[in-house]
């Protein structure tokens, strides 16, 4: 069963009693469930695409905001031949581990650098298959949360206590983050980490 975006806006007044917090409280979800899917490498904001660019080379760079608008964070990327199958997956380094102990650039890696992911080839390559976490969607009428779906509590909870923190009801917001804590954990034990060895 899909939850909407309105239904979760909807539980958020019932429990603040706050209804004529509109706009707050539309926020609050908003952030609450973008809480929730970071809170953790959930096996359910795993994705894989695959990427071609225009040529093959030794390095290329993919500016991942245009191409996968809900990106998070990397997981992998994978070197695929031209009729797609998959080979050396590239390790994922920091950009300060580009140049090796002897001063040569290393190759067959990938790093994040501001908005790009600069990928490095010991061949020139063409074709890519890019793992990534990408964040749920969030806007009020493409909302779209497998969270919001299976644990709706986890962000029912959290947006309660932004609300209460907002309006000066302190008080009621270590009630509530204690039932996100406990919400997180069901989750926990639930979904699949994208973590194992």
């Known amino acids: ?57 030794y390095y290329q760079t993919l500016d991942y905001k245009s191409i996968f608008p809900l990106w998070r964070k990397p997981r992998y990327v994978r070197i695929l031949d031209s009729s797609g199958t998959p080979s050396t997956i590239l390790e994922y380094i920091p950009p300060e581990k580009v140049v090796d102990s002897y001063g040569a650039n290393r190759v067959d890696v990938f790093y994040v650098a501001g908005a790009e992911v600069q990928i490095r080839t010991l061949a020139a390559q063409q074709y890519f298959a890019v793992g990534y976490y990408s964040n749920p969607d969030v806007t009020t009428t493409g909302f779209n949360s497998w969270i919001a779906d299976d644990h709706p509590f986890a962000i029912i909870y959290e947006a ?12 009621q917001v270590p009630i509530y983050r204690q039932m996100v804590g406990e919400q997180l954990q069901l989750l926990r034990q639930h979904a699949i980490t994208g973590t194992g060895s």
């Not at 309660?160 to 008080?171: L, N, R, V």
């Open 1 to 57: 069963m899909s939850v909407s975006f309105s239904s979760l806006v909807s539980d958020v007044y019932t429990l603040t009693n706050r209804p004529d917090l509109v706009n707050e409280t539309a926020l609050a979800v908003k952030a609450a469930t973008l809480k929730a899917h970071q809170f953790d490498d959930w096996i359910k904001d795993f994705q894989e695409q695959s990427i071609s660019f225009s040529s093959a080379d």
């Open 160 to 171: 309660t206590a932004i609300i209460f923190k907002t309006i000066g009801y302190d008080e």
